[in-house]
């Protein structure tokens, strides 16, 4: 529009006089016979898409199975919401939850399954929704991206049109989820395409911020300016955590006083996302202790004695897969801005009286971090500063928790100021 104005204007000039050409001419002109100015070109909206992290996503299950753990559980059952109902996290019920929604490894083709009998799918698709709350009956316990999508609605995004959802299976790590990131690139291309050809912003959260650097690596240079405007990480677990440790060690009450970490631990460590989540053996040292008994230390380097007295090698097996995605910690290449929660007591460390570490429960020894994932990985992306072409900004919210950081004010003003700017 602008350059057609400007060829207009000269091509008048010339024409009406050739002798003056151009100055005095052109400013008389431009009063008499402009057309008005073009009214400003719509503002471009960045269609977002969010990537949940562990846990952060529906999954539903079909049931048809010869055996069950407990006479109260069911063998059939047409499809239903197996993660996350909470009124099947109790016991005796959790036991049959439990067996549904736990994996088996396959050494073979270092892969898992379900309990025969058991079918399981995401569902959901592109729809913000899955991840706005996790419990499809809108309680608050499952209460998720919501907070920032209804930010967006203010500022006029619509759900389905330009707020979308990339819902996948938490319980399995990148290398089972090739489909996934064959899905990803298709929905950014289809958001991009919808939505006059803007580019897509990704907004994360824990472990979906390294899901979706493991996805940006795979793309092109080209691609990525061309369909990725940013990615907005929250409490990004770029790094690991040493609380995967203590899932494989004890297990994790999620932090819900209804939960027993003991029972869910038997469905957790069968998790390979919970492999993957791991200490990165870039952010730790080798000599640094996970672990100490009154006779030993089991330090980084020797990870794989610590699940081998654990007696659960499949934790090892399942960490060998997954090693080569923590050890490529190449920048993502788009403009990135990387948000957590800073100084909260952390687990550092597990401290066990006794050298029986498979029936002792060992003490937490605390750090620094959010609550959940330890400083040193939420500020893994301050790595990237000094070699990636592409913006790199960080916000550290003193206080704020993992899961708080998704409604906390101050991250909600910055995601509103990024999410204004075209
Ligand atoms: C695309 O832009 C046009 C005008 O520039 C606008 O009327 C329309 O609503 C936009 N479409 C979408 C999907 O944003
Ligand atoms: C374990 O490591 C700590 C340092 O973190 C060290 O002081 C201690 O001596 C070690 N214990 C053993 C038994 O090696």
């Given at each position: ?52 992290g562990d846990g952060g ?147 994360t959260h824990s472990m979906g911020s390294p ?22 990480s929250l409490a990004g677990a770029w790094a690991g955590s040493m609380k995967a440790v203590k899932v494989f060690a004890m297990g994790d009450d999620l932090d819900s006083i209804?939960l027993?970490a003991?029972?869910l631990k038997?469905?957790q460590?069968?998790?390979?996302s919970s492999a993957w989540l791991l200490p990165s053996p870039l952010f730790w040292k080798?000599?640094e202790v996970l672990a100490s008994?009154?006779?030993?230390n089991y330090t980084m380097?020797?990870m794989?004695?610590f ?19 923590s ?11 990387c948000l957590y929660g800073d100084g909260i007591p952390t687990v550092e460390s597990l401290q066990y ?8 429960t060992p003490n937490l020894v605390m750090g620094i971090g959010d609550g959940t994932v330890n400083q040193r990985s939420l500020r893994a992306c301050q790595h ?10 960080t916000l550290a919210l003193q206080g704020v928790d993992h899961m708080k950081i998704l409604t906390n004010?101050d991250a ?11």
């Amino acid at each position: 529009m602008r350059l057609q104005t400007g060829l207009l204007v000269i091509f008048l000039c010339v024409n009406f006089s050739q002798a003056f050409w151009p100055w005095p001419f052109t400013k008389t002109h431009k009063h008499k016979h402009d057309p008005p100015p073009p009214p400003p070109p719509e503002p471009k909206i960045s269609p977002v898409i969010f990537v949940p992290g562990d846990g952060g996503c529906q999954i539903d299950a079909r049931l048809n199975k010869n055996d069950t753990p407990h006479y109260i559980c069911e063998k059939t059952h047409d499809w239903y919401t197996l993660w996350l109902d909470i009124e099947e996290l109790v016991i005796p019920m959790v036991y049959c939850w439990i067996d549904n929604v736990k994996l088996y490894y396959d050494k073979a083709t270092r892969t898992t399954h379900n309990t025969p009998g058991v079918e399981t799918r995401v569902p959901g698709w592109g729809n913000p929704e899955v991840v706005e709350n996790i419990a499809p009956s809108k309680s608050s316990a499952g209460v998720y991206f919501s907070a920032i999508a209804n930010l967006l609605i203010e500022l006029g995004y619509e759900r389905k049109k330009n707020i979308l959802g990339a819902p996948y299976d938490f319980r399995k790590a990148p290398n089972e989820n090739k489909q996934f990131f064959i899905d990803l690139k298709e929905l950014v291309e289809d958001a991009y395409e919808r939505n006059n050809q803007s580019a897509v912003t990704f907004i994360t959260h824990s472990m979906g911020s390294p899901m979706t650097l493991i996805f940006l690596q795979e793309q092109s240079a080209d691609w990525k300016s061309k369909y990725i405007r940013r990615q907005i990480s929250l409490a990004g677990a770029w790094a690991g955590s040493m609380k995967a440790v203590k899932v494989f060690a004890m297990g994790d009450d999620l932090d819900s006083i209804a939960l027993i970490a003991s029972i869910l631990k038997q469905e957790q460590i069968t998790h390979p996302s919970s492999a993957w989540l791991l200490p990165s053996p870039l952010f730790w040292k080798p000599s640094e202790v996970l672990a100490s008994t009154p006779s030993r230390n089991y330090t980084m380097s020797q990870m794989k004695e610590f699940f081998q007295d654990l007696d659960y090698m499949t934790g090892w097996e399942m960490r060998k897969d997954t090693l080569r995605y923590s050890e490529n910690f190449s920048p993502p290449e788009v403009e990135l801005h990387c948000l957590y929660g800073d100084g909260i007591p952390t687990v550092e460390s597990l401290q066990y009286k006794k050298d029986d570490i498979a029936n002792t429960t060992p003490n937490l020894v605390m750090g620094i971090g959010d609550g959940t994932v330890n400083q040193r990985s939420l500020r893994a992306c301050q790595h990237w500063s000094g070699y990636s072409s592409s913006e790199i900004n960080t916000l550290a919210l003193q206080g704020v928790d993992h899961m708080k950081i998704l409604t906390n004010s101050d991250a909600l003003r910055y995601i509103r100021t990024v999410m204004k700017q075209p």
